[in-house]
Structure formats: structure tokens, C-alpha cells
């Protein structure tokens, strides 16, 4: 017992920088640590599959008996959204959380039919990569190749999200030479996000993201180390990019 002990709280220790982590996108373990802290002690917590259900089983704290429901077994993908609506009718006086990717979630989208019409209050929070994550790790690691597993579409991702701040500054009257729609970089693993860019300096726009997945609040470019431009367009321009210094989009 104190070698699981030792090894637990090991786990704890050097998982502890991720969990207080700032960085954006937000790391999962940070997501857990924030929804622990924020939930009742005797709240009740459903999971779905992948990363999202393994992160809880290593990491996310479960202090009363009969609080945590998730998939074992087949795994089933899906399982977590809609249990989440059954733990609720069941105790109405808890609160009641389900922790899904969005790959699990798009399984059942009916679910949220049933929410509304049957009054059925729970939080989903959906850790959304654009992708069945584990299944595109799984795949890559042994295939080289992740056919089938991320959501894109010419190959962007497809929150499409990012239209609501791009069409809100163009009807505020901001210059359409200066706001720009963006698929913006991190060098270092080759993750893309989808950004509006306003470029009321041309050296280094600001960075408008309507999901807050990478920043709470607007920041310049620069502000986001290792994130640059790939792909910047508009209604009448596509411009591909490497390098911020490399962007001429008529932009003052």
C-alpha cells in the first residue's frame, strides 16, 4: 500500500504544472483541476472515452462513493452526454457534470432535444481537440497516419465560431482591409486554431478568439509565443503565410 501511495502522490507532483498551467490552448489537466475545484464534493460526474476518461481515471479526485459513472468494458463512445441527462433525474438535488471530447459528444447530438423539452439542467464540458484524439494518437503511432479522425474541412478546423467576431467588427464599420480571418500555427507540435486577426498595426495584429480556447481576453500576436499566420483570408483574398514578416495584405 505505501508503494501505490508513493506512486500516487508522485503522479500528483509531477502532474501539478500542467494543472495550474496557463497556457492556451488550455491543457486538459488544467481543465480537470479548474472543474474539480469548482464542483460539490458529492457531485455526480460522468465520462465518455478517450483522453477525457483516462485523465479522470489518473487524475481527477472522487471523494464520495457513487459519484463517478463511466464507461468500461466496450468503452462505448457517446456513453458520457447522455448519462449525464439519466444521473439527473435520478438525483435532481445534485449537481451533475459529464467530461466529453467532442468526438463523444457528436455521437448523441439528440441529447440536447431531451435536455430542453424534459427541463433536465446539467453542464457538459467538452474538451474539444476537433478530433477523436485517442483514436488519431493510436493511429499515428503505429500507421503514420490519422485518416478519419480530425474534423476539418479544407483542412481547417472547423469551429467556424471564429465567423461570429470577423462579421461583428465588418459590421462596426472596422476597415476591411484590417480584419481578416486566420488560421494561425504553433511551430513547435503543428497544432492550428482558428482566429480573427485585426491588423491595426501590420507588424503585429491582435488576436480575437470568440472560443477563449487560447486567450481570455484579446492580445497581440506577439503576445502568443510560437503561434504564427499560416493561412489569412477574406471575402476577396487568400494569402498564404509562413512568417509574420511576410504578410502583405494591405493591412496599415
Known sequence: ???VFDCTHGFVAGNRAHATSKAYPMRPERILADVRAALPRDALICTDVGWNKNGVGQQFPIYEPG?????????????????????????????VVALVGDGGFGQNPALLATAF???????????????FGTIAGLENAHYGTSFGCLFERNGDDCDGIDLIAYNLMLDLGFPEDQIYRAVIRRD???????????????????????????TMRMRRLSELPGWTPAVIFNSTGHYTVRKLETIRVGAR
Open 67 to 95: 459519484t463517478i459513472f463511466t464507461p468500461g468494458g466496450y468503452a462505448t463512445m457517446g456513453f458520457g452526454a447522455p448519462a449525464a441527462l439519466g444521473a439527473k433525474l435520478a438525483r435532481p438535488d445534485r449537481a
Open 188 to 214: 513547435y507540435d503543428g497544432e492550428f486554431h482558428m482566429v480573427t486577426l485585426w491588423f491595426e498595426r501590420a507588424d503585429d495584429p491582435w488576436v480575437i478568439d470568440t472560443t477563449g480556447a487560447m
Open 1 to 3: 500500500m505505501r508503494t
Open 117 to 131: 423539452e424534459e427541463n433536465i439542467a446539467v453542464v457538459w464540458v467538452i474538451m474539444n481537440n476537433h478530433a
